[in-house]
């Protein structure tokens, strides 16, 4: 993964968590979603390494503005301080609350740092 791809797999996953995007549920979601949501907010652990990663949000490209993308995703962050989605849906884990979906957001966020070593 490219430091790009990277960037806009996490603006695109923000802009789904603040409901820019919409995605349909995942069947097997659906039928795990909850559980797999309740063991990865259990703790301050870490998001596990090499978790799948929605269909949706797999980014392909490989060449883009990285500044550009790094600024977006800044953004994008700052504005989950004013958020007031009480009604978001994910497509694996289905309907979350605010306090679940700031876990999961401080989570990926922390995850894809990692990455690089942030």
Known sequence: MT??????????????????????RLFVGRLFGKIAMKDLLKDES???RNLPTLPQL????NKG??????EKWIDLIE?????????FVHSFFGKMTKEQV?????????HHLRQFNC
Do not use: F
């Not at 503005?65 to 790094?70: G, H, L, N």
């Not at 504005?79 to 009604?87: F, L, P, W």
């Not at 700031?102 to 922390?110: I, S």
């Open 79 to 87: 504005e989950h301080a004013n958020s007031s989605n009480t009604e």
């Open 102 to 110: 700031g876990q999961l957001a401080y989570k990926h966020t922390d």
């Open 65 to 70: 503005d990285v500044a550009a993308e790094k």
């Open 46 to 48: 870490p998001i596990k």
């Open 3 to 24: 430091i790009y791809q990277m960037l806009k797999h996490c603006t695109q996953w923000e802009e789904m968590v603040l409901s820019k995007q919409k995605h349909k």
């Open 58 to 61: 797999r980014i392909v490209e």
